[in-house]
């Protein structure tokens, strides 16, 4: 009898075990993928649109040097520079003025090391891909619990882009000297403005806009420089994305038109970041280049190799 009652338990405890079991799948959320997920590249792809660059396309942008001019990009990166929203810098010289490494006065070494405390994300940069996403989700599908346990996207991971740029004066397209709050550019204005000074744009290509936005506002008005500006439109992002370009920038603070279109808070990161795999550069010093009429050059980017960023601080290059 005792046999027979502990099977009947088994018997009972398994069907309830079985329909908790279905009643858990039943209310389990559904799986889903966007579309934006896949690469074309394949599962693995963690470069995106820096697979455009070739052996091909450096020995192209090596033509372009005619003058041997070298014009940097970076602007430095300090205590005081126009960070965006609340990012701080701290360098601190260590051990101090007073470290003597030689007690007996022997050979009188002294020397300095540094400390760092910033964010990666001050002065002229780039962005990374696991530095802005849709619903926890970033390039090529990539979950933001991977972005935040793993190396994942990280910014050390982008090889040397040496590419064909291209600046786009967008001064001369409103004809004024800086735009102002609102002069937002889409594709419209973008092939109208490459037309009028023409310049066109490829796959494997960097593209820079000159505003004026920098010259104007950096250091007059940083806290208005670094808190609203004009800027690239989504539908203009989605233009270059289209076309195979490596990477976007500008001379300000986030490329992006701020304040963002209501709905639509940093809409260009999410579609170049996220779902086209092109990178963001910002904060880029474009005004030498504008002054000296240069349209296309060669652009020299390696990025530091600090492990773990999904953003970097730069100092690219142009060669005219």
């Not at 005792?2 to 799948?25: F, H, K, N, T, Y």
């Not at 091909?56 to 372009?64: C, F, H, N, P, Q």
């Not at 619903?135 to 979950?143: L, R």
């Not at 279109?261 to 170049?272: A, D, E, M, N």
Request: hydrophobic fraction near 40%; charged fraction near 20%; charge should be negative.
């Amino acid at each position: 009898m005792d046999i027979l009652r502990r099977v009947v338990l088994a018997i009972a405890l398994a069907a309830c075990s079985e329909g908790a079991i279905a009643q858990e799948v039943a209310h389990k959320e559904p799986q889903h993928a966007e579309a934006w997920w896949d690469s074309p590249w394949g599962e693995a792809d963690r470069l995106g649109n820096v697979n455009n660059l070739t052996p091909e396309g450096v020995k192209r942008a090596s033509d372009l040097v005619r003058t041997g001019k070298v014009y940097t990009l970076g602007v430095p990166t300090a205590p005081e520079s126009a960070a965006y929203g609340t990012r701080k810098y701290l360098a601190e010289r260590t051990p101090g003025p007073n470290a003597d490494y030689t007690p007996n006065g022997s050979q009188r070494v002294t020397s300095f090391d540094e400390r760092i405390t910033s964010s990666m994300g001050i002065g002229t940069q780039i962005d990374g891909f696991g530095h802005l996403g849709v619903d926890h989700h970033y390039y090529n599908g990539v979950t933001g619990k991977e972005v935040a346990t793993t190396r994942a996207l990280q910014t050390a991971d982008i090889p040397p882009i040496v590419t064909r740029g291209v600046l786009v004066d967008m001064t001369k397209h409103y004809g004024k000297p800086f735009l102002e709050i609102g002069d937002n550019y889409g594709r419209a204005e973008i092939e109208a403005a490459m037309a009028a000074q023409g310049v066109t744009v490829g796959k494997g290509d960097v593209v820079l806009f000159h505003t004026g936005w920098m010259a104007a506002k950096m250091v007059a008005e940083k806290d208005v420089y670094r808190s609203s500006e004009p800027g690239i439109t989504e539908d203009g992002a989605i233009f270059l994305a289209d076309l195979g370009v490596v990477a976007i920038g500008s001379d300000t603070v986030a490329l992006e038109a701020l304040p963002s279109p209501p709905g639509k808070l940093f809409i260009v990161h999410q579609t170049l970041l996220a779902k086209r795999g092109v990178h963001v550069l910002e904060t880029i010093d474009t005004n030498q280049l504008a002054a000296d009429g240069v349209r296309e050059f060669m652009f020299v980017l390696g990025i530091p190799r600090f492990v773990g960023t999904v953003q970097m601080v730069i100092n690219p290059v142009a060669i005219s």
